[in-house]
Antibody, heavy 124, light 107 residues
């Protein structure tokens, strides 16, 4: 059974940092592009970043470029999101999501499995 | 960036109704469109990809159509489990973007 379990969320002050983790199981993690998608309270979905199977390509939404870094450790079946210089508008539930399609050279860009999400609150 | 819009924003319907949700892209995205269902407090669930391909395990009452800039999600006979919010998403180009959502509630 495919499982994605996020952790690392919490309350952080503006300007602070947080590192999210996503533990994957039930599939060959190293074969898939992975993404982070977020959802502000009561709002819609926003794709944040993705990373290629070997970590050689990474893409970000403009609003987080230079502040967030996506990474992965295939030996640990884990995906990460390092978030620096956090702002109030980064407050959201952050989901880890698997790209639909293994071994793709380019990201499929749609997501067949999602974690349960972890809440990040940026507030003083 | 490609902007996605959805209509209506809210839809009130009854069990057994045929429901159609429209999604429009600000420029052509070919067929690179997905539909998701989300219930309160839960992660989104993929229903349709590549505009009209049904994800494995999704009931056949869900269908998708369209290409270019206009797309539709149809639920042929609404079931109690279908009351939720539905999002379209383009993946033609970065940044991947979602529509604002359509909430389907009970009439």
């Amino acid at each position: 059974e495919v499982q994605l379990v996020e952790s690392g969320g919490g309350l952080v002050q503006p300007g602070g940092s947080l590192r999210l983790s996503c533990a994957a199981s039930g599939f060959t993690f190293s074969s898939y592009w992975m993404s982070w998608v977020r959802q502000a309270p009561g709002k819609g979905l926003e794709w944040v970043a993705n990373i290629k199977q070997d970590g050689s390509e990474k893409y970000y939404v403009d609003s987080v470029k230079g502040r967030f870094t996506i990474s992965r450790d295939n030996a640990k079946n884990s995906l990460y999101l390092q978030m620096n210089s956090l702002r109030a508008e980064d407050t959201a539930v952050y989901y880890c999501a698997r790209d639909r399609g293994a071994y793709f050279v380019a990201a499929a860009g749609n997501f067949d499995y999602w974690g349960q999400g972890t809440l990040v609150t940026v507030s003083s | 960036d490609i902007q996605m819009t959805q209509s209506p924003s809210t839809l009130s319907a009854s069990v057994g109704d045929r429901v159609t949700i429209t999604c429009r892209a600000s420029q052509s995205i070919s067929s690179w469109l997905a539909w998701y269902q989300q219930k309160p407090g839960k992660a989104p669930k993929l229903l349709i990809y590549k505009a009209s391909s049904l994800e494995s395990g999704v009931p056949s009452r869900f269908s998708g159509s369209g290409s270019g800039t206009e797309f539709t999600l149809t639920i042929s006979s609404l079931q109690p489990d279908d009351f939720a919010t539905y999002y379209c998403q383009q993946y033609n180009s970065y940044e991947f973007t979602f529509g604002p959502g359509t909430k389907v509630d009970i009439k």
